[in-house]
């Protein structure tokens, strides 16, 4: 059976937020789109909500608006919300234990920061046995820089996804993964 998996969809990432990420908005109308359809067919959506506990943390303070978990996809009753501390959604979460127990064998994932958590959990899953999708207009990343070098946030993006498509993910838009559900 398959989940839909949203990752770290909270405020900070929006406009106005501790660490903005280009695309906001468009993450959160994509997975929004995605998390009706799961609701509709009755199918699990899990919320990954990061909570910093990293020492001089500035964003995704606990206890404060820019953790909280998106409007746009805000949990229903009844759906799991796991809160993380690292960028894997599965260390030192119960998450795993959660999916074996629900026997869930398939993921659809979608969220922020690509070059992160999405990037660490979508690994952390293959190499946990899930067969995994990922939704690419259903998660940012942020520009970044190194040795001199600024890359966009778009090459940081296609760069990214163009390494986890094949053997770690089937990396689609949303709607290609969602009608193939």
Request: glycine share 8%.
């Amino acid at each position: 059976m398959v989940a839909l998996l949203l990752i770290d969809i909270q405020n900070d990432y929006f406009p106005g937020g501790a660490m903005e990420v280009p695309d906001a908005e468009t993450v959160a109308e994509k997975a929004s789109g995605m998390v009706a359809t799961f609701r509709e067919k009755s199918l699990p959506v899990i919320h990954i909500q990061h909570i910093a506990a990293r020492r001089g943390a500035r964003f995704l303070l606990p206890g404060t608006h820019g953790a909280e978990i998106h409007v746009s996809v805000a949990p229903a009753p009844g759906e799991p919300v796991f809160q993380k501390h690292f960028p894997s959604a599965f260390h030192q979460t119960p998450l795993l234990d959660h999916l074996r127990g629900s026997g869930l064998s398939r993921l659809v994932i979608a969220g922020m920061m690509t070059q992160m958590c999405i990037d660490s959990t979508v690994r952390a899953a293959q190499d946990l046995g899930f067969r995994s999708s990922l939704a690419s207009d259903a998660c940012a990343a942020r520009p970044m820089s190194f040795g001199g070098v600024t890359v966009s946030a778009d090459s940081v993006q296609a760069a990214f996804l163009s390494a986890l498509d094949g053997l770690f993910a089937k990396v689609a838009p949303a709607g290609e993964l969602i009608a193939g559900l």
